[in-house]
């Protein structure tokens, strides 16, 4: 990144532009508003400001639209920045608790981790945007959707751990992780693999999506039966629901992904539960049962059909 030596204020000047959008830019990446007198700004961030005024100048772009993408930017690569640098955690502890370690010998090692680092991701990065990408437009396509942030029909699940709070306090940080971490593996080994894409990750819940109504029932069964055989994490439970969902840079919001947030919550330990209209769309399916439950008062949904989806009993 280079040597912070310019202020906010020279930062703007040498990049042409105002130090409100410069302000608005830093912001977006998620960081605090620099304060005037701090020399913080390298010559990469000046570089960075200058190619996005030229952006802006040479398309005719939308600033809004810019600094949404610089959002949805940071947001990722702060989360990517965190998991990278949790390896060399306790190494870092330990120079910022060494009283052997001088302020600039600590900035100097500090500085030596987040190159190397740098320099070994760097690449991976930049393969793993441009298959993903790839990946995005092809889904586009397939979609038939005219825009971004179009309304497709699809299917959105949640899948929760069950008792996570109650076992998390049981285990140590690194038994935490681990459980999650294996979680996480298990949803990746089975969403994909079925037609279907992991949207995000919060915590102890996965949010996955399909075009398919079969493939999310599938993938549903499938982890299911994973975490009920896999001794290192709890039983999970699924809540779908099918129909008109707005994609919006990379997440998805509606009345169907609501609604389907809300069924994870009343569906029991080691079961996966769909709406009406996702069952309606499997009732001649002889790979999936389905049994009807009661009808549920979901929060901000109101009194709702649930049906509980199953493989067919084996006919002896």
Excluded at 147 to 174: I, Y
Aim: charged share 20%; glycine share 8%.
């Amino acid at each position: 990144m280079g040597k912070p030596e310019f202020t906010a204020g020279q930062a703007a000047e040498r990049a042409g532009v105002s130090l409100g959008q410069l302000h608005r830019f830093w912001q977006a990446l998620g960081f605090p508003q620099p304060a005037g007198h701090k020399r913080l700004f390298t010559s990469s961030d000046v570089e960075m400001l200058c190619t996005g005024r030229r952006i802006l100048e040479a398309e005719d772009s939308n600033p809004e639209e810019l600094l949404q993408m610089t959002r949805v930017t940071g947001q990722s690569l702060a989360r990517m920045a965190d998991a990278h640098i949790a390896p060399d955690a306790e190494k870092i502890e330990t120079i910022m608790r060494s009283s052997r370690t001088s302020q600039r010998a600590a900035a100097e090692a500090i500085s030596h981790i987040s190159a190397s680092l740098s320099s070994e991701f760097q690449p991976f990065l930049a393969y793993a945007w441009r298959r993903h990408l790839l990946a995005s437009v092809s889904r586009l396509a397939a979609a038939g959707a005219e825009e971004v942030g179009t309304q497709n029909s699809g299917t959105a699940g949640f899948a929760d751990l069950v008792d996570f709070t109650a076992v998390s306090r049981q285990l140590s940080d690194r038994e935490l992780g681990n459980m999650v971490t294996r979680f996480q593996e298990l949803a990746y080994d089975h969403v994909p693999n079925r037609g279907g894409r992991v949207v995000k990750i919060v915590g102890d819940e996965i949010m996955f999506s399909t075009s398919e109504t079969a493939a999310a029932a599938e993938i549903a069964l499938a982890l299911v039966e994973a975490c009920h055989e896999n001794t290192q994490v709890p039983e999970v439970r699924i809540g779908m629901a099918t129909g008109a969902m707005l994609a919006w840079e990379g997440d998805l919001y509606g009345p169907t992904v609501n609604l389907a947030s809300r069924l994870v919550d009343v569906a029991l330990p080691g079961t996966a539960v769909v709406s009406d209209g996702f069952s309606e769309q499997l009732q001649n399916s002889p790979a999936f049962a389905l049994r009807k439950l009661r009808r549920f008062k979901l929060k901000g949904v109101g009194k709702t059909r649930v049906w509980a989806l199953q493989r067919p009993k084996a006919v002896v």
